[in-house]
């Protein structure tokens, strides 16, 4: 049985969310400054929506990054701390909500697109989200999810499902122990959209030019 569990990312973020909003605004991540947060917001862009809901937001920049783009936007996250932060810069609307707790009945609304960027590293967590989402979706939504590309990050472990070690490396700041995330297969991935009722899963995989490797995974599935 393994050590690690959901419950030990959501304290890890719980602890770690001022120097993670501090890295996030000061542009520290060079793979996202890059390469993948347009890659997001291209990914919600081309399905032009209305209105989106972003699933573990973070401190909110994708969420003021569609607003911008006229899109209505919502951004949750099960971090007290980050919605705080989001929120205080006035742009889009935020809710401290869990995977755990996220229903249908609690929107007044349905989205033209779910987005989760780089916000599902957990295993049941993960698994509830799929099986909740399709109910917020308008008819012909998608849930869109980028993350770390399965293949690039898996190095010279096997290729099989389970929880790996976290790591800020490459991040600097006062962070404290990372959270634990669980490895999925690209063809987990699949299984997690195609068994929830989605349409064919469509890939997307963004390429960074100075080291021609995938630089995350985007997943777009149709309700």
Not at 108 to 115: C, H, K, L
Not at 147 to 173: A, F, K, M, N, Q
Request: proline share 4%; with cysteine.
């Amino acid at each position: 049985m393994s050590r690690y569990a959901d419950e030990e990312i959501v304290d890890s973020w719980r602890a770690n969310a001022g120097p993670w909003c501090e890295a996030v605004r000061e542009g520290r991540i060079e793979s996202r400054e890059l390469i993948t947060n347009s890659a997001i917001i291209d990914a919600v862009l081309e399905r032009s929506p209305n209105c989106a809901l972003d699933a573990g937001c973070g401190e909110g920049w994708l969420v003021r990054a569609l607003e911008q783009q006229g899109v209505t936007a919502l951004g949750i996250d099960a971090i007290p701390e980050l919605v705080e932060l989001a929120s205080a810069e006035g742009v889009g609307k935020f809710r401290v909500l869990s995977y755990e707790d996220l229903s249908a009945d609690d929107f007044e609304q349905r989205f033209d697109a779910v987005v989760c960027n780089f916000s599902l590293i957990g295993k049941e967590s993960v698994s509830r989200l799929f099986a909740e989402v399709s109910a917020l979706l308008t008819e012909g939504g998608a849930l869109i999810v980028q993350t770390l590309h399965p293949i690039v990050v898996c190095g010279d472990r096997e290729y099989v499902d389970g929880w790996r070690d976290g790591s800020w490396e490459g991040i600097g700041g006062d962070f404290s122990a990372p959270a634990p995330w669980y490895f999925r297969t690209v063809e987990s991935w699949e299984s997690l959209y195609l068994s929830n009722g989605y349409s064919a899963c469509e890939i997307v995989e963004p390429f960074s030019t100075q080291n021609k490797r995938p630089a995350s995974l985007i997943m777009i599935g149709e309700k």
